[in-house]
């Protein structure tokens, strides 16, 4: 069966440090992967997808990048922090021609 | 471009009593039609889902949704609350082209009270 792992669960960082996050899906190949963003309050914003090793997709500008480095391994990077980027981080998957979304467990993220 | 509007951002029941949380869609495209449920600190479940076929979809939990293309709706519901239902609820939007990304809802905060 497929899952997906998302760590780490929680995450405290002063700003102007740098991050990483990191997606491994197991069980599936040739998945789609996403990274969203949910802020205090508000919905969620898809920040990153990806069909395919080094082909990133970025939905809105900002300090953050993603690297896809292996077929089921997905990073949220960011090399200097800001305390907008504080909020809960979900990274899913997807197969390449099917209709089902599943989500990580997700990294509380907060900048200090 | 696709959109979701939920109706409400908060919902509150009586344990037992019905569960109806709205959701419209905006698609140039047919549609697929998620609903997901959050706990806190937890990610996203998938409750159920619109592809084709069947408008009227059941999914875990007792919960059951309707597609309704003349409406663009997809609302949630559920015939008895129960105390564990309490969450918030995110309808999602995506097609069968393009990225294949969801577009979600803003959500909405069901209340379970008893």
């Known amino acids: 069966s497929q899952t997906i792992h998302q760590w780490p669960a929680t995450l405290v960082q002063p700003v102007g440090s740098p991050l990483s996050l990191e997606c491994t899906v197991e069980?599936?190949?040739?998945?789609?992967l996403y990274w969203y963003r949910q802020a205090a309050g508000r919905g969620l914003q898809l920040l990153f997808y990806s069909v395919g090793i080094g082909q990133i997709s970025s939905e809105v500008p900002q300090n953050l990048s993603a690297s896809r480095p292996q077929d089921r391994q997905f990073i949220l990077s960011s090399k200097k922090l800001l305390l907008s980027d504080s909020g809960f981080y979900l990274c899913?998957?997807?197969?390449?021609?099917?209709?089902?979304?599943?989500f990580g467990s997700g990294t509380r993220l907060t900048v200090v | 471009a696709q959109s979701v509007t939920q109706l409400g951002s908060h919902v509150s029941v009586s344990e037992g009593a019905l569960v109806l949380l709205r959701c419209n869609y905006s698609?140039?495209?047919?549609?697929?039609l998620f609903w997901y449920v959050q706990y806190p600190n937890q990610g996203l479940q998938l409750l159920l889902k619109?592809?084709?076929?069947?408008?009227l979809v059941k999914g875990i939990n007792g919960f059951e949704a309707e597609f309704k293309k003349s409406e663009t709706s997809f609302h949630l519901t559920k015939p008895s609350a129960h105390m564990s239902d309490a969450a918030e609820y995110f309808c999602?939007?995506?097609?069968?082209?393009?990225?294949?990304?969801?577009?979600f809802g803003s959500g909405t905060r069901l209340q379970v009270q008893p």
């Open positions: 698609s140039s495209v047919p549609p697929y």
């Open positions: 999602a939007v995506s097609s069968d082209t393009g990225r294949r990304a969801l577009t």
């Open positions: 069980g599936t190949s040739n998945p789609n």
């Open positions: 899913a998957w997807s197969q390449r021609k099917g209709y089902g979304y599943t």
């Open positions: 619109y592809t084709t076929g069947a408008t």
